[in-house]
């Protein structure tokens, strides 16, 4: 193959630089991306489809501001829009607005209800969908692609930096060049106990390079309530304050109506967990006491004494699989904890 020079630009040639433009002020930003990651039943999809109607509407998502109104595609390879219809409505009413905004566009990889119009379906993997996306973008004049999740998206595996980069590169760098935000969904590695470090995404450090912003969601009971904290894994921009979310679930006959998030305000520093300090450990032997004398091996919050130590002792152990959350607020032995030390063998309730 013969060499030739590789097409350049410098300070004469070089195109006008726009001022930098944010689709939400500190968390995304044109022509960039977003890792929102986050272990599974954090609510990451929730919290994107807040963030979803936040900028469709050009309403401010928290204390981030949106600037204006722009066109989002919500790319979605973990469920289908008969699932997602019901979530996004649930959260338009807690937002006030009644009914999806029409400037949300869907894509469902697979779909036959997303053929293009002589029948054929597009690419599933994000790589080979790249191209499709961008056009998408330009057609539609999209502000915001959100994808949920890499972990579904990327084709080979999650983990691996070639994988990675290929999906990342070919599948949402062409829509970035068409001066969108994008936000990926991501699940995260696991904290580790006694670590105050943030998690990371899961895997591969190509997914840290190629984003802007990487932003990691956690769970955290804090005074007897589940939060969400919110913290910067990376950020290329101004300094990242953590806070927390609450989310406030309503129903209708056990229909899904109404799903509000609320912002707390400026977190705490991170738990961590002291597995070797004394009041920590004997706070958990009091725990596991009170739950082998229990007669249903069930322990609400309530029956637990307050303060910081038991909640930091609480986590340990679920953390440890020595004790298992059931649900809000309410902690059971493991059934093979619940065999060996006590009489009674009932089985916890499934979560809700």
Not at 77 to 82: H, K, P, Q, R
Not at 239 to 267: C, N, Y
Not at 323 to 348: A, F
């Amino acid at each position: 193959m013969t060499s030739r020079p590789l097409p350049v630009i410098n300070n004469d040639t070089l195109p006008v630089q726009p001022n930098l433009e944010w689709c939400a002020k500190g968390l995304l930003v044109l022509g960039g991306g977003t890792i929102l990651a986050g272990q599974p039943g954090v609510s990451k999809t929730i919290h994107a489809v807040w963030l979803a109607i936040s900028v469709a509407l050009g309403l401010d998502f928290g204390h981030f501001h949106v600037p204006k109104a722009r066109n989002v595609l919500y790319l979605d390879y973990d469920s289908s829009y008969a699932q997602m219809r019901p979530l996004f409505e649930a959260v338009s009413r807690g937002m006030g607005y009644q009914g999806i905004p029409d400037n949300i566009h869907f894509h469902f990889p697979g779909d036959p209800n997303c053929a293009f119009e002589d029948g054929t379906l597009p690419p599933i993997s994000l790589s080979d969908l790249g191209e499709h996306i961008a056009a998408t973008v330009e057609k539609y004049d999209i502000g915001l692609v959100i994808v949920d999740s890499l972990m579904q998206a990327i084709t080979g595996d999650p983990s691996s930096a070639p994988d990675a980069k290929v999906a990342l590169q070919q599948g949402l760098s062409p829509a970035m060049h068409r001066n969108a935000a994008i936000l990926a969904i991501d699940h995260t590695t696991k904290a580790v106990i006694g670590n105050p470090t943030v998690p990371t995404p899961f895997g591969s450090q190509a997914k840290r390079a190629w984003c802007r912003f990487s932003v990691i969601l956690e769970t955290e009971e804090v005074d007897g309530r589940e939060r969400i904290r919110w913290s910067v894994d990376k950020s290329n921009f101004r300094k990242f304050v953590p806070f927390w979310t609450e989310l406030d679930f309503q129903d209708d006959d056990g229909q899904l109506s109404e799903v509000t998030v609320r912002f707390i305000g400026t977190a705490t520093s991170r738990t961590v967990q002291k597995i070797k300090n004394g009041r920590d450990t004997a706070a958990q032997e009091e725990i596991l006491r009170l739950l082998t004398e229990s007669e249903s091996s069930q322990l609400e919050r309530r029956d637990i004494p307050k303060g910081g130590t038991y909640d930091r002792a609480l986590k340990a152990l679920v953390e440890t699989s020595k004790i298992s959350k059931i649900r809000h607020g309410t902690y059971s032995l493991p059934d093979t904890l619940v065999t060996e030390q006590v009489d009674h063998t009932t089985t916890p309730d499934a979560p809700g």
